[in-house]
């Protein structure tokens, strides 16, 4: 046998010995890990695959089991089949966090016929029809992608409409991926537990011990508020029954000189009077202490019974405990289309489409929403926990006057009154000046929406539609411009990190500054919430918003303030007033008294609503979708830190930011570049060599061995 051949022999020895061993080594390793349990380490900036401490809190805080029902098809959409693992390991890590408080299970309901009919009869879970096409097969499959999340007889329905997120690709196909399951799965947690506990366990949950405290004057009460002494008495009799020792109620008599001197020290009471028709002094006050938090009841109201006055407390005490379900209500304006636009929709017999209605169903996810018709008689609903008014237009002195009203209450309210509103129909874009009725009242406080436009050099572009001729006709195509109208809020124009949260960024589009000038005896703070950039300025002429270029002026740029709260007391604007006359329809005008001092509350005032709108966010979406999220979850944690309830913000926009690159300068990129290519160009040098050398030295080492052998013959 010559050397060759030898070599080539012991070559493949060695190597088939290699491949075994290694093999063998895999094979007993796996083994081994089998037997381990499994560890996972996430290395993300913001930890998006573990759970966050405040699901941890609130799953570590359940009382009893909550099950999560997983309803999934086995033979579904091949887009949706690789997001089930995902779905089940999530459920089983936050299974293992909660110490068995949350349970799981995943049910195939085209398997089962029985869970197919308790999934459809008691949860509502419907199939979903999908278009199946392989070089198998082609066709129509309907398949269940659902969760439910259920406590007792109450439960969180999600369809896959609800669970995953769409984003087209560059080569026509689409990237469907998880939307944010563990916030999803959190307040489906929250909601059914709230919406399970009673007024019993409301009270038990209470740290402390509540106490009623009227002021009435029996023997000096108008006829119209005759009744409203008994709703009182047996409204807080119901409560200290299902309460105990949580709910106290004392009635003091002012007729007395000493007591009538004590609470108006302690709370500044003054006496009513119905004006020109009984011009008698009488108290009728309610007040709920809760530790040293005071909140005004309202009982000088017509036709009050027991059910309101109970209501009204307990609106109260769920805004002071948190975990409970938040009542929000949202004033919005009429749909305002050209004429012809509504001449269409009338002929095709449809309605206006909403413009906040994306909002809207945002937050019916995780609060209670009511729509509220400020110019109402009744005013704003006592269990109004939040009032949310979007675009304001030309409001009455009456619906001014309800909104002073539920403010005097106690009530947070955030305005959205932008100066000006965007019209956008067809590829035509105009903006008008809007009134909002608000200037008056809004400068009793020392605020003042500007009548002029922010603009900024840190913007987000505009889709611009431009019509090119080709050989094959007229193409329309977008271009994208930065425009300055839309205004990128990012870094330090995010004044108050706490309430974005992880919202990275919030666009204010045709946005108005605020100015806050507070009265000397203010009992509030200024907190700002959203500032411009450094290189922004004002315009009042909004005809130039109709065009794109723009030049930065070398003087006068200077951050703007967009969004503005104050926090603390309130003087009523109608203190020492008559308030405003009520409808026709309403017999009694004379029964209405008004507050003239607010408890611990909250105002914020955005001198922007379009940020909100459901036809920008449309018009935008094919730009920068991220941005429209991103304003509707900095919504949602600005109402939850009006009510103090912090626990889900953290996780609301968890990974939704947009994460740019930085822009590199052209000398750095060069020099990247140049390094890619020398370190290639090293690498591939060093390989050679040192399989050059290998070679070398196995040459040598067989030279030896050949000579050896040739010597011993």
Known sequence: MNETAMQTRHRR??????????????????????????????????????????????LESLDDTVTVIGYFSERTHPKLAPLVPQIEDTLAELAAVSGGRLAYEIVDPGADEEAE???????????????????????????????????????????????????PLPDGDVDVRLRNLEYDIARAVRKVTASFRGTEELFERLDRPVRLVTVISRDSLPEVFAKVPEAVREAAEELQQKAGDKFAWENLDPSDPEVEARVRQRW???????????????????????????????????????????????????????????????????????????????????LPPPEFEELRTRLEADYAVKRVDLASDEGVPADVDILVVLRPQNLAERAVYNLDQYLMRGGRVILCAGRFKANLFGEALSVTPVETGLDDWLGHFGVKIEKTLVLDDRNQALPIPVRRMTPFGVIRTWELAPYPYLIDVRDDGIVQREIAARVEEVGIYWGSPVVVEPPEDAGFQVIELLRSSERSWTDDEPSRAESVSYAVPEEGTEPHLLAVALAGTFESAWAGKEPPARSEETTDEAAEVPLERSPETRLVVIGNAEFLSDFVGRMLGPVDGSFFEQNLAWMQNLIDWMTLDNSLLGIRARGGAVRRLARLEPQEEFRIELVNYVAALLTLLAAGAVFAWRRRLESLRWQEVAVRRESDR
């Open 268 to 350: 500044g009471t003054r006496p009513y009077t119905l004006g020109l028709f009984d011009d008698r002094p009488f108290y009728l006050h309610g007040y709920l202490e809760y530790g040293d938090q005071v909140e005004q009841l309202v009982l000088a109201g017509e036709g009050i019974t027991a059910a309101d006055v109970r209501e009204a407390i307990l609106a109260s005490l769920r805004r002071r405990v948190p975990g409970y379900l938040t009542t929000v209500g949202l004033v919005t304006p009429e749909p305002d289309f050209p004429p012809q636009v509504m001449q269409q929709l009338a002929m095709q017999g449809r």
């Open 13 to 58: 020895a060695d190597a088939l010995l290699t491949v075994a061993l290694v093999g063998l080594n895999l094979v007993a390793f796996n083994l081994m890990l089998g037997l381990v349990r499994p560890v996972r380490v996430d290395l993300t900036e913001e930890r998006l695959y573990s759970v966050s401490p405040a699901t941890r809190a609130l």
């Open 117 to 167: 009919q308790e999934a459809t009869g008691r949860y509502g879970v419907r199939s979903t029809p999908f278009r199946l096409a392989s070089k198998f097969e082609t066709g129509i499959v309907n398949a269940y992608f659902a969760l439910v999340v259920k406590f007792g007889d109450q439960y969180v329905r999600y369809g896959f409409e609800d669970l995953i997120a769409v984003e």
